[in-house]
């Protein structure tokens, strides 16, 4: 009872601290309030019950009340749609929550996840072109590539590899960069920015702070290529833009690509192996059934979507929303991994990982409407890749430790496992008995 009550006393203390000066300041706070966590908590692979329960009650519920601003999460499918794609009624303008200086280019927000139109058409439209599946066909022979090379290192390295540090990460990594053009020699400085972006544990400060840390380097390849363009993206833009976008549009462009193109994809690979294993019998299809790896990958997108939560959405206006009455200002926060879930949609056994269901392209995880992933093609194309090279590389691919010595990101925007040790290959005994 004590620590409960000195815990809660210190948060109210260090929270109060944000609001003292103008109102709420996100990127200030060193620790979120628990009772907006339950969106992102999970047992496992799984979203916790309650997250279940709560859609089946209210697909669109009030999870709390702070510093005057109602906070909503959005669970049910249909009703995710609706908020995704609105955006007469919702801003995904975050600035006004996180007191950030718009004269200094790393504490911008950047990106298309947080801006609204007219700007966000206008800076949609620079990227779409890279990222069509006829542009996007080129980088086919670069992703075999860079997979089969991540291959031949576990190989070398093991019997035992960590899934998360040997492969998960390193393949995002390298695409990322060769699409964006990063050189060589920046590449071990870009490698370390990635993961802390997500991780909530530390607040505000911990999230905002790596983003203006992983904004300030793109700012500087932006401008290395400004007098030198690359062959990748940025320089590709820079060619066909010249003047008519500035760093910080770009270096925001270049940082949203990174943001959704890295850390998700980690998180995908190590999590949809972890789920192969467990299920041996879709791994295998993988490797002998011609096809298998689309609908293999596309309900690995659905059982696992990763990025828990939608960018925020904030009411423009008093308004009702299913039934409940919204506040302008109020934060509405869309749950991709509770809506992913839905039976209404998804069917009865919607908690299930089952590839060879008809309904699994109707996820959300890449979002919806104007935000929804720019890069979601070649997402698809990277894990394909992986999947299938993994299952035919290492068809007696297995855990080495018990899964429940495994450690999952506790508090994290985008869910993640933090280590998957694997055996490469069947053990003298296993094969003997195989």
């Excluded at 401008?223 to 363009?229: D, G, H, S, T």
């Amino acid at each position: 009872m004590v620590a409960t009550y000195l815990k809660r006393w210190v948060g109210n203390r260090i929270l109060s601290r944000t609001t003292r000066k103008g109102g709420l300041d996100l990127s200030k706070m060193r620790m979120f309030p628990s009772s907006v966590s339950m969106p992102l908590r999970r047992h496992g692979v799984d979203p916790v019950p309650a997250l279940g329960e709560v859609r089946e009650k209210e697909p669109v519920h009030k999870l709390a009340h702070l510093f005057g601003l109602n906070i909503w999460v959005v669970s049910g499918h249909a009703e995710a749609k609706v908020v995704l794609s609105d955006t007469a009624n919702f801003s995904n303008d975050i600035r006004p929550l996180v007191g950030s200086d718009p004269n200094k280019p790393s504490e911008g927000i950047g990106g298309l996840g947080f801006t609204d139109p007219p700007d966000h058409t206008r800076l949609r439209k620079l990227l779409t072109p890279e990222f069509t599946k006829r542009r996007l066909a080129r980088l086919e022979p670069a992703i075999e590539k860079i997979v089969n090379g991540q291959l031949d290192e576990m190989e070398a390295k093991g019997p035992v590899v960590d899934i998360v540090r040997d492969f998960a990460f390193n393949v995002p990594f390298l695409l990322i960069a060769d699409l964006l053009g990063v050189e060589e020699q920046d590449r071990d400085r870009f490698r370390a920015l990635g993961p802390a972006r997500f991780d909530l544990s530390g607040g505000g400060i911990g999230v905002f702070g790596s983003a203006s840390e992983s904004r300030e380097f793109l700012f500087e390849i932006v401008r290395k290529q400004r007098a030198n363009p690359g062959d990748g993206l940025i320089g590709s833009i820079i060619r066909a833009q010249g003047d008519e976008i500035d760093d910080v549009e770009l270096g925001g462009l270049a940082d949203g690509v990174f943001l959704g193109g890295y850390e998700t994809s980690a998180s995908m690979l190590a999590l949809g192996t972890l789920v192969l294993l467990r299920d041996p019998a879709n791994f295998e299809r993988i490797r002998n059934e011609p096809g298998a790896v689309d609908e293999v990958v596309e309900e690995l997108l659905r059982y696992l979507t990763v990025v828990q939560v939608a960018f925020p959405r904030f009411a423009k206006h008093d308004q009702e929303l299913f039934g409940h009455q919204v506040k302008k200002g109020d934060l509405v926060a869309v749950s991709l991994s509770g809506a992913d879930r839905d039976k209404l949609v998804f069917g009865e056994d919607a908690e299930d990982f089952y590839p060879r269901r008809t309904v699994s392209a109707a996820h959300l995880a890449f979002g919806h409407g104007m935000h929804r992933c720019v890069g979601a093609e070649l997402a698809r194309m990277e894990l394909r890749a992986a999947f299938l090279a993994l299952a035919n590389r290492f068809p007696d691919l297995a855990l080495a430790v018990p899964e429940d010595q495994l450690r999952f990101r506790d508090f994290s925007l985008v869910y993640g496992v933090e280590s998957l040790p694997v055996r490469l290959q069947a053990t003298p005994t296993e094969a003997a008995a195989g």
